[in-house]
């Protein structure tokens, strides 16, 4: 009997399943733009990455709101990830030809990215990995399909250690100091290091690399190591609930909060609200944008989408970092779909392979950015076929207890020292796939 | 009725020493391994066959291994993932260091080192049993972890820590379609799975069988259980290897440490105990249920939503995923502890009488 | 020297906080041989509910003091917990006599996932405070020996003097109290205690609810360290090598273990690690618990495993 129970019930769940895998399987071509989001709203980095998702997610109804793409609508679906790369590449596969074909992917995750560099030029789909993923896909010759706009972690590193040396009062001053990078221990940590171990040796200073394996729950050695080198700057390369952790570790050995430096993926309101004010004076590098409440694009955003009930995270987080670098990531999108609708048929959705030649011809003036509600929060982005990040400039804010102040001006990334390594990085990618740098006839289709 | 041997007479010994005694079964394995080489490329999809498919077909590969060390042997380990890691990127280093190096010798030789590793981190399991020689495998599962992200040359120094293989192919047919990919694995799951089951029909299987029911009797009658259990742990990680190499060069492409991290221990061990212990039909059932799952999940909840009027966020689909999995498992063990190889076995003794009465 | 013994004493009071989770193992191991790995879950759990209605109860009832919410909200959190382990009791426990070790790790494996996930639903999946009072900064003693003092850890040195505190509270009334002694008689002999009337089942109820008020503590002071997050049941995988090294059914086992394990952790990452890049704590541990077992198979204090042919 109770054998028999158990097979009814799985012949019954079988037929279920292969019913449900069918429906979702068949997709009807729909006149939309569509833009699949691969979200990590659970998991070791939920708190941070879901305010990207709702940036991401509310701007693309702020489009629809203003009348879409050249008239066209954008779709957004979500497929959770929870920063795990295999569960990243199985949405990957489920959403690549949904709803007309994925304009381009934004995987918010250097170890999806990596996987993923794999599969999208057999796809044909474009890649947006803004501020992270492989810094030597900034290359376009060789990276026809990943597109690190606005900045890679080399420039991140660079700008940081440019505020650092502005502080001490030049890169001179650097010499003989000691500076420690403590990173996730995952290729998006180490994603750092290069440029971190490229400038110590051209300044003379000493890099103490402490890495921190994954989630970061117990870090009490790393910072005991810290209290007795005693380094004169911390630069901290982590993500998710590591950074807390990592800031409260400090606070409990005692190390002063105005030393620590984090990079663009550690320092926003989720890290550091919880500690308060006992974090006040830790510092993070920005790209391009901070917390930006102010700016038009969000009151256009509060207006045109929370006002009509419209918004998908809570009203307050509006307009803080992480939700603004998903508003400038959907911006990013959508501009290149644009552009590449201009010159393949405005009005109508473009394939993603039009969207890449979109996002290699971008070149937003600050006119635009300004026209789209960006003053004062973007600088230009101008791409071109051999330079797929387009710009890189940042900034560097300081957590005052409450909030975030901008501590610096902008700083420009050292194009003479990065545009040497990404080549050669890129190259040995290049040798060991055997493949060749693009021609200029590819460069123009 | 169907199922009955009845008239089925051997006259050979070798006859009745066969893998698959019972026509019907050799007839049934027969038609299951046609339709999966030759009618599943005709049915599926390019997405049935990367997300679902290849999966499916290296986790039991993998299940497989660890069925033969937790299900055959009896030794609990939770390290199965390290041996993954460390098949994928031996497997790696073998290919990308000697030239024309052909995949299968690459992959094969993934799997030897593993297959050393395995022997090292099983030395243990001559001194402690049970529960502790669970957490002591765990030993070799962050060891690994930390080697693989640490030490450079395994990664071929990338400044990353993460590594990509492409141009695979076989003998000048290039493997990059899913449904060369899935028949590439599946060919090695294949034999693996005849190899393996003729392994635990011979002395050696019988061996591990004894050193799990009752090990000092064992020892008592005459095995010795350094070699009985070593043995299984070295047959074990090598087939695991073998796995973990397919997974990261057929399926990922390209990797990381944390491809491999204890999650991945957790799921094969989850494989062989639903599917069943000490089966290898068991292996195949459990992968299924495990790699379908968490998709099939995935694509239900929201639909009941719907059904119901509820549209349910991306991360409560998450959530919901993880509630139900873990009520699923619970349930499964109670209901049959044995594993579905065991409901599989009930199935075909029913059908021996049926449609009859008795 | 003073660097040395600040390591030593970091890795003294990590050791406590590991021990304190240990102990919800070892106290279900010994009681109903159930290698209970939803203790990291349960940590979470509790710390998720404490935060919570930390926060839920002012809002609720409308009034400001700190203390009065933590109370109710421990309260509440202990609550839940009882609801919890009177559930796992009946729908897991009970189905589940005589099984065979794995299966039974295997139940406790998929109470995790559906804890996480329950957990995660009904909570929230933020980073959350647990505002207990504890102090942040560290004090510095001993200066006159040591230039500049040794650094103390305050929030640690509390955390450490609340897992003793619990120690004593648990072993008087394992000795004292009828209910301790009938524990201690289920975790000697199942069959014997039950022949003498002792209901079983009720036992492992209460003894889940142990577990999960000692998992509540172990989250009130790892949630108060590195707030309330997801990655806290990772503390659990923290905990195993302890408890191997201790042994499964010896609460002075889980103690000892964790103060070896602790600062032999910090020891060697701050020594060791530099030497071969960093990060070895992930596997020292295990790797000490494993050259132990090499000597003592049953761990410290633990029962020795005697095999009948």
Same mark, same amino acid.
């Given at each position: 009997? /109770?054998?028999?129970?158990?097979?009814?019930?799985?012949?019954?769940?079988?037929?279920?399943?292969?019913?449900?895998?069918?429906?979702?399987?068949?997709?009807?071509?729909?006149?939309?733009?569509?833009?699949?989001?691969?979200?990590?709203?659970?998991?070791?980095?939920?708190?941070?990455?879901?305010?990207?998702?709702?940036?991401?997610?509310?701007?693309?109804?702020?489009?629809?709101?203003?009348?879409?793409?050249?008239?066209?609508?954008?779709?957004?679906?979500?497929?959770?990830?929870?920063?795990?790369?295999?569960?990243?590449?199985?949405?990957?596969?489920?959403?690549?030809?949904?709803?007309?074909?994925?304009?381009?992917?934004?995987?918010?995750?250097?170890?999806?990215?990596?996987?993923?560099?794999?599969?999208?030029?057999?796809?044909?789909?474009?890649?947006?990995?803004?501020?992270?993923?492989?810094?030597?896909?900034?290359?376009?010759?060789?990276? /026809?399909?990943?597109?690190?706009?606005?900045?890679?972690?080399?420039?991140?590193?660079?700008?940081?250690?440019?505020?650092?040396?502005?502080?001490?009062?030049?890169?001179?001053?650097?010499?003989?100091?000691?500076? &420690?990078?403590?990173?996730?221990?995952?290729?998006?940590?180490?994603?750092?290091?290069?440029?971190?171990?490229?400038?110590?040796?051209?300044?003379?200073?000493?890099?103490?690399?402490?890495?921190?394996?994954?989630?970061?729950?117990?870090?009490?050695?790393?910072?005991?190591?810290?209290?007795?080198?005693?380094?004169?700057?911390?630069?901290?390369?982590?993500?998710?609930?590591?950074?807390?952790?990592?800031?409260?570790?400090?606070?409990?050995?005692?190390?002063?909060?105005?030393?620590?430096?984090?990079?663009?993926?550690?320092?926003?309101?989720?890290?550091? /609200?919880?500690?308060?004010?006992?974090?006040?004076?830790?510092?993070?590098?920005?790209?391009?944008?901070?917390?930006?409440?102010?700016?038009?694009?969000?009151?256009?955003?509060?207006?045109?989408?929370?006002?009509?009930?419209?918004?998908?995270?809570?009203?307050?987080?509006?307009?803080?970092?992480?939700?603004?670098?998903?508003?400038?990531?959907?911006?990013?999108?959508?501009?290149?779909?644009?552009?590449?609708?201009?010159?393949?048929?405005?009005?109508?959705?473009?394939?993603?392979?039009?969207?890449?030649?979109?996002?290699?011809?971008?070149?937003?003036?600050?006119?635009?950015?300004? &026209?789209?509600?960006?003053?004062?929060?973007?600088?230009?982005?101008?791409?071109?076929?051999?330079?797929?990040?387009?710009?890189?400039?940042?900034?560097?804010?300081?957590?005052?207890?409450?909030?975030? =102040?901008?501590?610096?001006?902008?700083?420009?990334?050292?194009?003479?020292?990065?545009?040497?390594?990404?080549?050669?990085?890129?190259?040995?990618?290049?040798?060991?796939?055997?493949?060749?740098?693009?021609?200029?006839?590819?460069?123009?289709? | 009725?169907?199922?009955?041997?009845?008239?089925?007479?051997?006259?050979?010994?070798?006859?009745?020493?066969?893998?698959?005694?019972?026509?019907?079964?050799?007839?049934?394995?027969?038609?299951?391994?046609?339709?999966?080489?030759?009618?599943?490329?005709?049915?599926?999809?390019?997405?049935?066959?990367?997300?679902?498919?290849?999966?499916?077909?290296? *986790?039991?590969?993998?299940?497989?291994?660890?069925?033969?060390?937790?299900?055959?042997?009896?030794?609990?380990?939770?390290?199965?993932?390290?041996?993954?890691?460390?098949?994928?990127?031996?497997?790696?280093?073998?290919?990308?260091?000697?030239?024309?190096?052909?995949?299968?010798?690459?992959? *094969?030789?993934?799997? #030897?080192?593993?297959?050393?590793?395995?022997?090292?981190?099983?030395?243990?399991?001559?001194?402690?049993?049970?529960?502790?020689?669970?957490?002591?495998?765990?030993?070799?599962?962050?060891?690994?972890?930390?080697?693989?992200?640490?030490?450079?040359?395994?990664?071929?120094?990338?400044?990353?820590?993460?590594?990509?293989?492409?141009?695979?192919?076989?003998?000048?047919?290039?493997?990059?379609?899913?449904?060369?990919?899935?028949?590439?694995?599946?060919?090695?799951?294949?034999?693996?799975?005849?190899?393996?089951?003729?392994?635990?029909?011979?002395?050696?299987?019988?061996?591990?069988?004894?050193?799990?029911?009752?090990?000092?009797?064992?020892?008592?009658?005459?095995?010795?259980?350094?070699?009985?259990?070593?043995?299984?742990?070295?047959?074990?990680?090598?087939?695991?290897?073998?796995?973990?190499?397919?997974?990261?060069?057929?399926?990922?492409?390209?990797?990381?440490?944390?491809?491999?991290?204890?999650?991945?221990?957790?799921?094969?061990?989850?494989?062989?105990?639903?599917?069943?212990?000490?089966?290898?039909?068991?292996?195949?059932?459990?992968?299924?249920?495990?790699?379908?799952?968490?998709?099939?999940?995935?694509?239900?909840?929201?639909?009941?939503?719907?059904?119901?009027?509820?549209?349910?966020?991306?991360?409560?689909?998450?959530?919901?995923?993880?509630?139900?999995?873990?009520?699923?498992?619970?349930?499964?063990?109670?209901?049959?502890?044995?594993?579905?190889?065991?409901?599989?076995?009930?199935?075909?003794?029913?059908?021996?009488?049926?449609?009859?009465?008795? | 020297?003073? $660097?040395?013994?600040?390591?030593?004493?970091?890795?003294?009071?990590?050791?406590?906080?590991?021990?304190?989770?240990?102990?919800?193992?070892?106290?279900?191991?010994?009681?109903?041989?159930? #290698?209970? $790995?939803?203790?990291?879950?349960?940590?979470?759990?509790?710390?998720?509910?404490?935060?919570?209605?930390?926060?839920?109860?002012?809002?609720?009832?409308?009034?400001?003091?700190?203390?009065?919410?933590?109370?109710?909200?421990?309260?509440?959190?202990?609550?839940?917990?009882?609801?919890?382990?009177?559930?796992?009791?009946?729908?897991?426990?009970?189905?589940?006599?005589?099984?065979?070790?794995?299966?039974?790790?295997?139940?406790?494996?998929?109470?995790?996932?559906?804890?996480?996930? #329950?957990?995660?639903?009904?909570?929230?999946?933020?980073?959350?405070?647990?505002?207990?009072?504890?102090?942040?900064?560290?004090?510095?003693?001993?200066?006159?020996?040591?230039?500049?003092?040794?650094?103390?850890?305050?929030?640690? *040195?509390?955390?450490?003097?609340?897992?003793a505190t619990l120690v004593a509270v648990l072993s008087l009334f394992f000795?004292?109290?009828?209910?301790?002694?009938?524990?201690?008689?289920?975790?000697?002999?199942?069959?014997?205690?039950?022949?003498?009337?002792?209901?079983?089942?009720?036992?492992?109820?209460?003894?889940?609810?142990?577990?999960?008020?000692?998992?509540?503590?172990?989250?009130?002071?790892?949630?108060?360290?590195?707030?309330?997050?997801?990655?806290?049941?990772?503390?659990?995988?923290?905990?195993?090598?302890?408890?191997?090294?201790?042994?499964?059914?010896?609460?002075?086992?889980?103690?000892?273990?964790?103060?070896?394990?602790? =600062?032999?952790?910090?020891?060697?990452?701050?020594?060791?690690?530099?030497?071969?890049?960093?990060?070895?704590?992930?596997?020292?541990?295990?790797?000490?618990a494993l050259v132990f077992l090499l000597f003592r198979p049953q761990g410290? #204090?633990?029962?020795?495993?005697?095999?009948?042919?």
């Amino acid at each position: 009997m /109770k054998f028999r129970q158990i097979a009814l019930g799985l012949a019954l769940a079988t037929a279920g399943l292969t019913g449900v895998v069918s429906t979702s399987v068949a997709t009807a071509q729909e006149k939309v733009q569509f833009f699949p989001s691969l979200t990590g709203r659970t998991g070791p980095v939920a708190p941070n990455a879901t305010q990207f998702a709702n940036g991401y997610a509310d701007y693309m109804k702020l489009v629809n709101a203003r009348g879409g793409i050249n008239g066209v609508m954008t779709l957004v679906e979500e497929c959770e990830t929870a920063y795990a790369t295999d569960r990243g590449v199985e949405c990957y596969e489920r959403l690549k030809g949904k709803h007309g074909g994925a304009t381009v992917f934004q995987p918010l995750s250097t170890g999806i990215t990596f996987a993923l560099t794999e599969k999208i030029p057999a796809d044909k789909i474009p890649m947006i990995t803004s501020g992270y993923g492989r810094s030597d896909s900034a290359d376009g010759d060789i990276f /026809k399909w990943n597109f690190p706009l606005i900045g890679h972690y080399w420039v991140a590193g660079d700008t940081v250690l440019q505020h650092i040396a502005n502080k001490e009062g030049g890169w001179d001053k650097l010499k003989g100091k000691k500076i &420690a990078v403590a990173y996730h221990d995952s290729p998006f940590g180490k994603e750092l290091l290069p440029i971190m171990e490229e400038r110590a040796k051209k300044h003379g200073f000493q890099l103490q690399l402490l890495p921190i394996p994954a989630p970061g729950v117990e870090q009490k050695a790393i910072w005991l190591q810290v209290r007795q080198q005693r380094p004169d700057y911390v630069v901290l390369q982590t993500w998710g609930v590591m950074t807390p952790t990592a800031i409260r570790e400090a606070i409990a050995v005692g190390y002063p909060r105005e030393k620590m430096f984090g990079t663009w993926w550690s320092g926003a309101e989720p890290d550091l /609200k919880d500690v308060g004010a006992a974090a006040k004076g830790y510092s993070a590098v920005m790209m391009q944008h901070g917390a930006e409440p102010q700016s038009d694009v969000v009151k256009q955003i509060l207006s045109m989408v929370y006002d009509k009930g419209q918004g998908v995270g809570p009203r307050n987080e509006v307009g803080q970092v992480l939700y603004m670098r998903g508003v400038v990531g959907a911006m990013l999108s959508v501009e290149g779909a644009r552009t590449a609708q201009a010159k393949f048929g405005k009005g109508k959705p473009v394939t993603p392979e039009q969207a890449r030649w979109g996002y290699e011809n971008l070149n937003l003036t600050q006119a635009d950015l300004d &026209a789209l509600g960006f003053k004062d929060v973007m600088r230009p982005v101008a791409t071109t076929c051999s330079d797929h990040m387009g710009s890189a400039w940042a900034r560097v804010h300081t957590w005052d207890g409450t909030k975030f =102040v901008w501590a610096s001006g902008w700083l420009q990334a050292d194009k003479t020292l990065i545009d040497p390594m990404v080549k050669a990085s890129a190259e040995k990618y290049a040798a060991e796939k055997k493949m060749a740098r693009r021609s200029k006839e590819d460069c123009q289709s | 009725m169907f199922y009955r041997e009845n008239g089925q007479f051997k006259i050979a010994y070798r006859a009745d020493q066969q893998i698959f005694p019972i026509a019907q079964d050799r007839w049934a394995v027969l038609a299951l391994i046609a339709f999966a080489f030759i009618g599943v490329p005709f049915l599926a999809d390019g997405y049935l066959f990367r997300a679902i498919l290849i999966p499916f077909v290296i *986790l039991s590969l993998a299940a497989i291994g660890v069925n033969i060390l937790v299900g055959y042997c009896g030794q609990i380990s939770l390290g199965s993932g390290a041996f993954m890691a460390v098949g994928a990127y031996m497997a790696y280093n073998v290919f990308v260091r000697i030239e024309d190096m052909p995949l299968v010798l690459a992959l *094969l030789a993934g799997g #030897f080192f593993a297959m050393l590793v395995g022997i090292v981190f099983g030395v243990p399991s001559l001194r402690v049993k049970g529960l502790y020689l669970a957490v002591a495998t765990l030993a070799a599962q962050f060891f690994c972890d930390w080697a693989f992200a640490r030490i450079g040359w395994f990664t071929n120094s990338s400044s990353s820590g993460s590594v990509a293989v492409s141009n695979l192919s076989f003998l000048g047919w290039t493997i990059d379609s899913p449904v060369e990919k899935y028949l590439f694995c599946l060919t090695f799951t294949a034999t693996f799975a005849l190899l393996a089951k003729n392994l635990v029909r011979g002395a050696i299987g019988r061996e591990w069988m004894a050193i799990r029911d009752m090990d000092v009797a064992a020892a008592v009658i005459g095995i010795r259980p350094m070699y009985a259990k070593l043995s299984a742990f070295a047959v074990s990680s090598f087939i695991i290897g073998v796995a973990g190499g397919l997974w990261a060069f057929v399926h990922l492409g390209s990797w990381e440490p944390a491809a491999f991290s204890i999650d991945r221990s957790f799921q094969l061990l989850f494989m062989v105990i639903i599917g069943g212990m000490g089966s290898i039909m068991g292996s195949f059932f459990g992968a299924a249920f495990i790699v379908i799952l968490p998709i099939f999940l995935n694509q239900a909840l929201p639909w009941v939503g719907s059904l119901i009027g509820v549209t349910v966020s991306t991360a409560m689909i998450s959530h919901a995923e993880f509630m139900i999995f873990g009520v699923l498992i619970v349930w499964f063990l109670i209901a049959e502890p044995h594993g579905l190889a065991k409901l599989w076995s009930i199935g075909k003794q029913k059908l021996r009488l049926w449609p009859f009465p008795h | 020297m003073a $660097f040395f013994l600040e390591t030593t004493l970091g890795g003294l009071m990590a050791g406590v906080l590991y021990s304190v989770v240990a102990l919800g193992f070892v106290l279900i191991f010994k009681a109903s041989g159930v #290698f209970n $790995f939803a203790q990291g879950a349960m940590v979470l759990f509790a710390a998720l509910a404490m935060a919570r209605f930390s926060e839920w109860v002012p809002a609720w009832l409308g009034f400001e003091s700190l203390l009065l919410a933590n109370i109710i909200a421990f309260m509440l959190a202990a609550i839940c917990m009882l609801i919890f382990a009177w559930l796992v009791e009946r729908l897991v426990l009970r189905h589940l006599v005589n099984q065979e070790a794995v299966t039974l790790l295997m139940a406790t494996l998929g109470i995790t996932y559906f804890l996480d996930g #329950f957990g995660q639903t009904v909570f929230g999946s933020a980073v959350y405070r647990i505002n207990v009072g504890m102090p942040k900064e560290p004090i510095f003693v001993l200066d006159n020996i040591f230039q500049g003092g040794l650094l103390v850890n305050r929030e640690d *040195l509390i955390a450490a003097l609340i897992a003793a505190t619990l120690v004593a509270v648990l072993s008087l009334f394992f000795q004292k109290t009828t209910t301790g002694r009938a524990l201690r008689a289920v975790a000697d002999d199942h069959q014997a205690a039950q022949s003498i009337g002792i209901p079983l089942n009720r036992m492992w109820v209460i003894v889940w609810f142990v577990a999960g008020i000692t998992a509540l503590v172990a989250g009130i002071i790892w949630g108060s360290k590195i707030g309330v997050q997801f990655s806290l049941t990772t503390v659990a995988l923290k905990a195993l090598p302890v408890i191997i090294l201790g042994g499964l059914t010896s609460v002075p086992g889980a103690i000892i273990g964790g103060l070896i394990i602790g =600062v032999g952790e910090k020891l060697s990452e701050v020594y060791l690690g530099p030497l071969v890049g960093g990060g070895i704590e992930i596997w020292f541990a295990y790797v000490l618990a494993l050259v132990f077992l090499l000597f003592r198979p049953q761990g410290l #204090f633990g029962e020795k495993i005697i095999d009948r042919v």
